[in-house]
Each structure stands twice: as structure tokens, then as C-alpha cells.
């Protein structure tokens, strides 16, 4: 839900914050105990499927993010949107804190899932307030936020990680007390929601239908963007690069990477209409792909890698003032939560995906991207040239 701002004054600087923060929620809830998960399946190593239950409490957060984005809007008209956040911010504290009470698998998994729940309810609700928001203002908030979510997320992995090693696995779970400090930014939200609860079930799905191509590209884009951070450490080690933690730090330097080119998002929008952007990034991961492809050097794949990570910096922001710049403002948190809902499950779906295609078509995944980019620049340059020559 999306409310009309005033820009001045202690509320709209609350806002502003929450914006910011929103996508952190959901990158930490998901991936904070990456790096607890050798600990974890080592403590759940008796029954033999250690490592399969380590994986199951590490992508919780993810189905029930996938469940509850698209609930947000709805639950905080019933509610409230400041009620709803504080009561989400509650569980979410506490659901991060449970596996500190409990090793048993069952009680820390209905955490996680909890967890995951509240992250995509306050993630959603503080996204749709950019919709208030001026052009400029709304480009710079939302490509700096993207920016935050991948530090914040790098930061969460490698404190849960201290954590772990330090006290323990359920020690990792402390990370999850972070956005305790912002609690003064969530009053800044309206305690009830403007306009009628009924209006969008009686409306369906008429008013989504305008982005429709959106979330089919935000599918297709966020499965690209996934597939190297998921294929890029096998590859590196096939290509020569034997050890782990300099496979994690080029790895992590992509996410660095990712993060500057969101940041940098507002100059981007200024520069390139929207056609302008989807060309770009399509152009982006097919220069990576090609690279990749034709590599055989563990440099010329880092030096591939970079351009997935300025392209994945970019997908985010784009479709977000996409999607906001298409729909009503009374439809933007709605849209986001679908919009969100799309990106995890094709985060969940990416593995089966490129397998299935390695396994039908005999195609790698990098020259799986690079067939798929090649028909979106097809696609998007005809356009892209039309609206740059008006």
C-alpha cells in the first residue's frame, strides 16, 4: 500500500529510511546463515541427512517469502500498515532469535518460516512507499537500497559466519537483531491505510495486467542473474582456482560489484528511458556470457563475472520504477509483492531450470544466458532506437 507523502518533516525521513532498508529484510532473512551451514549440518550430521537439513533451514525464508509478498497490501488494509510493520518487525526479531532457544530441527524450521513471513511483509509495505516519491528521488532511493541489501547481506554472511565459529551455530541467529535500531522509522508509517479494503478484490487481477510483461521479464532476468552466482564457483574451480575462500571472494566481489551499479541506478535512469535500460542489461549479461563461454583462464571468467555482477546491480531498480511508473499508486504494494514473490521463486526454480536445460539441449549455462540474451537484445534494440530517436 502506498500512501501520498509529504515531503518534509520527521515522518517522510522515516520513510525515507525504510525504503532504504526494505530489501536488506529479505537478503539477510535469506542467505545471513550461509555461511553457519557447514556448522549447522554438522550438528544434524546423526541421521545422515545433515547436509540436506542445513540447505532446508537455509532456504526457508524463501518459500514463505515467495507465500506472503503478494498478502502484504491485503493484510495491511485489514490491519494497518503501521500495526502490521511493528507486528511483522516483532516476529521477525524473534523468529531470526528462536534457534538460540532450540537445536530441534522442526521448532527452528516453523521459525525460519516465520521469519521469512514477516521479512516479506515489511520488505513490501516500506518498497511501495517509493511510489510517493518524485522521479529523482525515487530512482536514487530504490537503486541505493538495492545497493544496501547486497552489503547488508555480504555483512550478515560474514558476522553469522564469526558467530558460528566463535560460540556456535545458533550463535549465528544474532544477526537478526539489526533492524532493532530502525524502530523509530517504522511509526512513520500511517496507522490506517486510505481507501476502501474492498476495492482491490473486487478488481482482481485487471489492474496487473499492465505489467504483465514485467513479471514475466523480472522471471526471466532474475533466473539469468541467479545462475552465476550458482555455476560461477564450480566453474572457477574447473578452470584452475582450487581454493574455497578466494572462490568466496571473487564471488563476493560480484556481489560488490552488483551493489556499485545499483547504487549508481539514479545517473542510469537519467541517461536511458526505460527501453534504454532493458537493453542494457541484456547487453550486459551477454558481453559476461560470451566471455565466459569463450574463456579458459580463471581471469577472462572473474573478468566475465564483473559484467554479471554490473547487470545484476541493475535488474532490481529497473523493474521496480518499472512496475511502479505502470500500475496505480493504490496497486503498488500489491504489484511489489508479486513482483518479490517472482524474483525468490525464480531463485528457487534456477537449479532445476539450467539442469533441465543442460540435460535436454546439451547447453551449459552460460551458453544458455548467452542464446537468452542474444534474443533480448533482438527483442528490446528496435525499441530502444525508436524511443532514443524521438
Not at 296 to 310: C, H, I, K, N, Q
Not at 318 to 341: K, P, W
Request: hydrophobic fraction near 60%; include cysteine.
Amino acid at each position: 500500500m502506498n500512501i501520498p507523502l509529504r515531503q518534509t518533516g520527521l515522518a517522510y525521513r522515516g520513510i525515507i529510511i525504510l525504503v532504504l532498508a526494505s530489501g536488506s529484510f529479505n537478503g539477510i532473512a535469506g542467505v545471513a546463515l550461509a555461511s553457519a551451514t557447514p556448522a549447522i549440518a554438522q550438528h544434524f550430521t546423526a541421521g545422515g541427512q545433515g547436509i540436506f537439513l542445513a540447505q532446508l533451514i537455509l532456504v526457508a525464508p524463501a518459500l514463505s517469502i515467495i507465500l506472503g509478498s503478494p498478502l502484504a497490501n491485503m493484510l495491511g488494509r485489514l490491519i494497518g500498515p503501521r500495526r502490521l510493520l511493528l507486528g511483522a518487525l516483532a516476529l521477525y526479531v524473534l523468529a531470526g532469535l528462536f534457534p538460540l532457544f532450540t537445536p530441534d530441527f522442526v521448532p527452528v524450521i516453523i521459525s525460519r518460516l516465520v521469519l521469512g513471513g514477516a521479512s516479506s511483509l515489511i520488505s513490501t509495505l516500506a518498497l511501495a512507499q517509493a511510489g510517493g516519491m518524485p522521479h529523482e528521488t525515487r530512482y536514487k532511493l530504490i537503486g541505493f537500497g538495492t545497493a544496501l541489501a547486497s552489503l547488508a547481506s555480504i555483512t550478515s554472511i560474514i558476522a553469522a559466519g564469526w558467530l558460528a565459529g566463535k560460540f556456535g551455530w545458533q550463535a549465528a541467529c544474532l544477526v537478526y537483531i539489526w533492524p532493532l535500531p530502525l524502530l523509530p522509522a517504522f511509526f512513520a508509517m500511517p496507522a490506517a491505510a486510505p481507501g476502501p479494503v474492498q476495492t482491490q478484490v473486487k478488481e482482481g487481477m485487471a489492474p496487473y495486467l499492465t505489467v504483465a510483461p514485467l513479471f514475466l521479464l523480472t522471471i526471466l532476468w532474475s533466473a539469468v542473474m541467479f545462475a552465476p552466482s550458482i555455476a560461477g564457483p564450480f566453474l572457477l574451480a574447473a578452470r584452475g582456482m582450487d581454493n574455497p575462500a578466494i572462490i568466496g571472494l571473487v564471488m563476493g566481489g560480484t556481489g560488490l560489484i552488483a551493489a556499485g551499479a545499483s547504487a549508481l541506478y539514479g545517473w542510469v535512469a537519467r541517461l536511458l528511458d526505460f527501453n534504454g535500460q532493458i537493453l542494457l542489461v541484456f547487453t550486459l549479461f551477454f558481453i559476461a556470457a560470451v566471455i565466459i563461454v569463450l574463456a579458459s583462464t580463471v581471469g577472462l571468467t572473474e573478468a566475465g563475472l564483473v559484467f554479471t555482477g554490473m547487470a545484476s546491480g541493475l535488474i532490481a531498480p529497473s523493474l521496480v520504477t518499472m512496475i511502479i511508473h505502470r500500475v496505480e499508486v493504490r496497486h503498488i504494494a500489491t504489484a511489489m509483492g508479486l513482483f518479490t514473490s517472482m524474483i525468490y521463486t525464480s531463485q528457487l526454480l534456477d537449479p532445476f531450470l539450467f539442469q533441465g536445460m543442460k540435460a535436454v539441449l546439451r547447453l551449459s549455462p552460460f551458453t544458455a544466458i548467452m542464446l537468452i540474451c542474444a534474443g533480448g537484445i533482438a527483442a528490446s534494440l528496435p525499441r530502444a532506437i525508436r524511443t532514443a530517436v524521438r
